[in-house]
Every structure is written in structure tokens, then in C-alpha cells.
């Protein structure tokens, strides 16, 4: 890279099922660039939408999160998850933040070769982009915020909420 | 990495010695400043001392040290607010190891540690009893993965790993500020076991609980014990017969003064946890053998409920146009209840001169191929026990009946288990014909034309044809007219729907059961407490099914082994301090009773706040991320956790090739 930029990956990879197929990938020395930070979680369905944008506003350019799709230990974990990702790429489209940043997909223990795809695809994607712009992921993570609280006062979840304060 | 002499994985002497960081006074002095200030800054605000980290970084015996330069991450580590500690082991996992961490905790005072070595399924638990031995609560611990994630994967970019080392440990720093203590969750256990299913994998496990001592409860919904077992006749490979196998289990599992067994009876509901399931049970308890309701109290569950054979849609293969298209089960049954004195095979009323086979008849279906199932799926696995019973009972007809023509169509042959080969060899010799056709050139079963149903036995041809592009000869297209044809159905789940929903078992693509862990766990489920035996989990031959069946009555066995169920802390908690009770989370979460809103006194005044209960919560975190006031947290995976350590990831890092600076963690 002319520029001299190294995209930085939060991978949240699933203990089932994402995190122990990276370390497949590792266990058959197979390399991947070592900008990629690979974190431990039960489920991502856990996580708020301002996570995610708090963690571009912090300077990470890309996420993958690496789920157990359909082998989700957890009952309705992955549907919601599927829809709260849905409901950040709409919002990260709105406010102008490149939807490629972020990437919901399944890794199985096994799955070396699809662990080693997503990163390469993250990675190429985020060249092009360029670093994130970590204030407007601020910007957008203080709406996003905004609206978690509305919500709690109308007892709205995800898009509901968006639309309900529109038309307030 | 021109100084990193050690790397060279035959480790030297000074190995088996802490490493002492570099004398640098300039990065010391600085350093101690810098944690003077934040020390002072923290007492003014009223924030209690800063924790006492204590970091440890494997060698692994070279396999992290060819790498990473494990010295150097000490060294900058050392520098990141609240490391007190920071030390390289040659294996942290061995005895010096481990006894290096429980002294420096209880010398130095130590309130948090770190480990950076292989994947946290290798050591993280080795590495907690180490803390705990050091009287730390093993939670206050956290696991840094650099091998497998780290040295292994990145092995052509020694700096990047140094410097990932390095940020992943300051994460895991940064992580531990913000950790609790965490206790594991005990409730009391009920020593008894629910069976649900009376198959032989089901009389396998009550019998073998009974003999451990455990109280069982067997819950059949037939008439009778034995399951599918009791439709078969001799069983492959060793040619006994299923009854007298069934008459065994039934004999261990009967008057057996341990074993409740109710017959025509069905599990309704199942509600509750480990060591605690109350489950209503219908049957015919009531007076004069009337229909009533019994609520259970027991500790585990194992799910025996079996499978159910693949039932072809009316004209798959002429199935229900054709009176002599059979599937196996029906075809064995044929078998069993005729004349054993017949000389000749006859079958609704049409004398049978040749039978063809075929194999994966509802399974490995393939896309555009295959009609799917009603609910839109396709069966895409192998259920691996048709061919061996397609070769058992062809090699059986052709004994019996050796004027038969007998003739196998197949994709595959899988005749994977011992002494299952030597029936496809048997099939040869006794002159069955093979045919082996390509997956995505299906063959076609129609009646031979000119040929009426109701034609007469002296006619030569078979009244069906079935047409093959035959790979074994070259795709030479092959038309044979048969009087009968047996479909190899495969296996397919129970109807167990009820209870999948109300225990909520997690199912895979294919609808049977799901293991937590198909090579490490493999007879558990997500829900603690609940095991699986046999075909409700994957189609399975009787000898699979009964070593299942042992495995998940022995891993229940070990459960009740206590007298307490201890269950794993990472579960949901509400701060009540932070809670408003506008109840988003409930709405959130799956697992019935694990998060409720209830009424609370705060102030004098009656309010709603949400509550778990510890025993129900599976610690998905579904209800944390809708809280708009970050009350729900997940004990030992806490938001403001994940937050800290993409902080340590992000912040300003000494870089193996730069000048070292200090690491702020803002």
C-alpha cells in the first residue's frame, strides 16, 4: 500500500464455533495479516448498535462478525442478532458510514478456509475505503445512543423506534 | 527482531528464570511517574487504588517465542497501567508455571492476572485453578491467545505478532479493570433422571442410571417397550435377532425397583434447569387407568425420542400406485410375518421373481433434484444404515429364495462399520446385480409399458422398469423390469417438536438433535442438564445408538455425582441501582422465566425492576443490548469490558521497531 495503511479488524468470533475455527487457522499455519484482533464472545447478540460504531470512533476500520449462524447455541440469538446488524447497516447507510465496515457471517470450528475468505474480502474492502472516519462513527454513535434511550421511554426496540420518532 | 537471541526453541537456562526487564532507567523513571499521577488523580476523585495486574507470557517451549518476542512484550506490558507483574515462562502450564502465578498473588499482593499463551480451550480453566490456588477469584483472571492466534498464524510477520501481543494483552488488561469477582451459580439437584423415549437407546440409559444407583423415570408414549427395534428381525453384523436384544434391555429395565416406566405416556412440559426440571407427564394414572397429569421434579433429562423412517411422497418411485413398491421397514415386515415353509416369495398377490433396491431414498437429496420435505428442506445428509440393510436383507433373500433375481441401485455404497463390508463381498458372491448411477441423473421407476397390474403370473416380464444410466458400465442406459422394488428409506427425526420448543433443545439444518460439540461433547445439548441418546441426534445403527445411550447415562450419572449443580457465572444481572423497569430486555429474552419484570419496594414506593434467575439464564446477552441504561450486564462479559478492550487494542502501543512510548489507556 502506497499509503501505508493497515486496516485494523475487530473479528468478534462466537467461543463455539468462530473462535476455535481461527485457531483451526492457526493450528494449520495458515497467516493472515496480524492487524486482525480477534475477541472471545458468547453470543453478538449482546452487543448494543453503539458498540460497534464506538468501536470505529476508537479507530478499528472493519468488523466481522464472525457468528455461529444457524448452530447458534442460543435460542433466537442469531435472528435477533440478524436483525439488530440489519438495523446498524440501515442506520451506518443513513448517516453516511460505509456499510462494507461491517460484515455479519458464520465461521464453523472447521471453516479455515471461510475464516481466511472473510478476512481477505475485509481487508480489500477497506483499502479501498480508507481509514474509517472516526467522527462521524462518533456522531452516529451518540444518535444511535439517542435512540436506544428513546426507546426506552416508548418501549420500542430497533427500527420501530426510528420510525415512531419520525413521525413524532 | 536482531535482538532476540533467545528465539531458537531449545530453551537455555535462564529460561526457567522470570525475565527481568531491561534495565532502561529513562522508560523506568517515566513510567513510575506516570503511575504516581494516576494514583494521586485516582484518590482525589475517590476511585479506589488502581488493580494490581500480574501478566504472564509463555514461551511455549518455543513455539510463541520463535515468533514473538516475548522478552520485549514483557517489557512494554510492564508499562501499561496497573501491571505490577509482568513475567516470561518457558511452559506456564507446568508445575513452575502455574506456582509462579498463586505466589506473586499471594507475595505481591496481586488483585487481577493475566496468561498469554495457547487457545483458552487448552488452558484457560488450568490457569484459573492456578489463581484460585492463590486464594484470587478465578474470575478476576483473564486468557490472552497468542499462539494459535498469534505465533502460529502469523509466523512470516514476527513484528506484527510481537505488536499484536502486545495490544491483545493490553486489551485483556483493560478488560480486568472493569472485572468482578464472580461466584459459580450452586442449586440444589434432584437425583433423578427423566428417559423420554422406551427404544433400546432409551432402556440402555435408564438401566445403566438404575445401576448407578439413580432413580428413573421412563416415559414411553406406545404400548410397549422396545421402540423400532421391535418391527426388525436379525439385525446386522451379528445376525441375532432384534427381539431377543429388546427381551435383554426389557428384562434389565423391568421390575427393576429404580425404574418408574410409564407406557402410553408423554412428556408435556418441561420448565426449570439443571437439577431441576418440572415436567408434567400425561398418562393412564388416573383411577380404573383414566387419563391424567403427573408433575415430576428431576434433575437431568435424556432425550431418547429415536426417528422416524422417511415416508416416500404418493408415486416417488411408484410408491402407493405400484402394490409391490415397499420401503424397508415394510419390506422387513413382509419377511418376518411370511409362511416360513414358502417356497415362493409372493406379495399381494403377485408371485415375486426379482426385487430390486435402492438406495438413499429420502436422503442426501440434492437440490433441483429432489422434491424437498413439506416445510420447504431437503434431507441432504447420509443416514448410513440403509445400505448395510439393503445388503444384509438382499444377501438374506437370495439365501431364502435363490431363484430371485436380485438386483442394488446405487449412488454410493457405505458400508462403514465392522463387519459391514463383508455383507456388500457376501452380496457379490450370491450373484445380487449392481448398478451405480450418478446423483444428478436420477434414476426413473415406471410400470413397464404394455404391462397391466393386474396381469397374470405367467407372464416373463416384471410389471415395473426401472431405468439407469449405469456408471459401472460406462453410462450404458439400462432398462430392468422387477416385480417388486424396495426402497432404502432414511432415518428422519421424531415428531418431537413439543418438546424441542419447550425445553428449547437446539436442532441443526437436518432437524435432529444438536451436540454442544460433535468430538468433545458429544451427548450434551446447549441446556445443561438435558443429554441425547441415539437417533434423535443423527441416524444411527443399534450399535451407536447403545454407546450414545451409556455415554449420556454415565455423563448424567457424573452429574448427580453432587449435591449441588454448579453452574457456569456468565449469566445475565441487573443493576438495580441503574434499573428504570421499562422491561425492553424481557421482550428480548427466549428463555421462559430467566427474566422477568417484578415488584419491587425502592424508596417506599412499589416499582417494577427486571430480574434473573440464575438457574434459567443461558447467558446469551440478548436482553444486555437493548438496555437503555446499561443496567443489564453479562456477568464476566460486560460491556463496558468489550469497550476496555478495544481501548487497549487502539491505544498508542510500543512497536517492536519504534521508539517505545508509554500506553495510555485514556
Redesign the interface.
Known sequence: MADGFTP?I?VLATE?CAY?G??A???A???????V???????P?????D?YL??YS???DGIIIASCG????????YE?LAK?IDDLTIHMKDGGLEIERMRLTAIC?VCIKAFLKEIAEMEENLIKLGPVDRALAEKLRQESRQR??????Y?L?GNAATAERVAL | MSDNTHSTGQPGKEDHEEAVLKDDAEYRQQHETLKRQQAEDRERAGVPPEPKVGVYICRCGGNISDVVDVERVAQVVGMVPGVTVSKVHTFMCSDPGQHTISNDILEQGLDRVVVASC???LHEQTFRGAVSRGNLNPYLYEHV?I????S??????PE??T??AI??IT?AVGKLHNAQPLELIKLPNHRKALVIGGGIAGMKAAAELAARGIQVILVENSERLGGRLNDLGRIYPSETLAGDLVNDLVRQVRNNPKIDILLNSKVTAVDGFIGNFKTVIEGPFGPGGGFDKRDIVVGAIIMATGYRPYVPRDGEFLYRQDRCVVTTPEYIQMMQSMDPKAKHLEYNGRTIRSVAFLHCVGSRQLDGIHEPQPDGTLNTYCSRTCCSTILHQAVALRKRFPQVQVYDFHRDIRTYGRGEEEYYTEASKAGVVFFRYNGEEPLQVERTPGASARQSNSRKQGPITITVKDMLTWGEEIAVPVDMVVLGVGMMPSHIEDLVESI?L?T??DHFL?E??PKLRPVEV?VNGVLIAGTAQAPMNIQETLNAAGAAAVKAAAMFAHEMVELNP?VASVDASLC?G???CV??C??EGALQLVEKEVDGQMVQRAEVNAGLC?????C??????RAME?NG?R?DQ??A???G??AETPHADCEPQLVNLG
Open positions: 485494523k475487530l463455539k476455535p481461527a485457531d487457522v492457526g493450528k499455519h495458515l497467516e493472515y495479516p496480524s492487524e484482533f480477534i475477541l472471545r464472545v458468547l453470543s447478540v449482546l452487543f448494543p448498535e458498540y464506538r468501536a476508537k479507530g478499528i444457524s448452530d447458534c447455541p442460543y435460542h433466537g440469538a435477533r439488530r470450528t436506544l434511550e428513546f426507546s426506552g421511554r418501549g426496540t | 487457545s483458552p480451550f491467545n499462539r494459535e492466534q498469534g502460529w498464524a502469523h509466523k512470516h510477520d506484527g505478532a505488536k499484536l495490544q491483545m486489551a428449547k437446539p441443526g439444518e444438536q454442544v460439540h446447549s456468565f428504570c421499562e422491561g425492553l421482550t428480548q427466549d428463555y443461558v447467558g446469551c446477552g440478548a444486555v443490548a437493548v438496555c437503555p441504561h453479562l462479559w460491556l468489550f469497550e478492550m478495544v481501548d487494542l487502539m
